[in-house]
């Protein structure tokens, strides 16, 4: 399985971007599975941002909630991340993760950098 995230770049403040992941593998594994977003900004560690389960559960970092909205299209093995109200602070690697009964790949990463 491979995952291939898209829609990364440079944004001001106060502006949106929305990421994509797109699974190699079969649709029936990614609805299984619990699709996440994390990030990484130098020098810290990977955190989660939002996480959204088989059954359509979502998960929110404390310092995302209200601005960013995790989903998931099951008929395109694809999950989404739309980011709204970005700030400079949100700059970071962004990383998509499968997680299918802890068989667990990982997106190459996806640059996202918020200027002020």
């Known amino acids: 399985v491979q995952l291939v995230e898209s829609g990364g770049g440079l944004v001001q403040a106060g502006g949106s971007l929305r990421l994509s992941c797109a699974a190699s593998?079969?649709?029936?594994?990614?609805?299984?599975?619990?699709m996440g977003w994390y990030r990484q900004a130098p020098g810290t560690q990977r955190e989660l941002v939002a996480a959204?389960?088989?059954?359509?559960?979502?998960n929110y970092a404390e310092s995302v909630k209200g601005r960013f909205t995790i989903s998931r299209e099951n008929v395109k093995n694809t999950v989404y991340l739309q980011m709204n109200s970005l700030k400079p602070e949100d700059t970071a690697v962004y990383y998509c993760k499968q997680d299918l009964f802890r068989n667990v790949v990982w997106g190459q990463g996806n640059q996202v950098t918020v200027s002020s």
């Open positions: 959204v389960t088989s059954g359509g559960s979502t």
């Open positions: 593998g079969t649709r029936t594994d990614f609805r299984l599975s619990i």
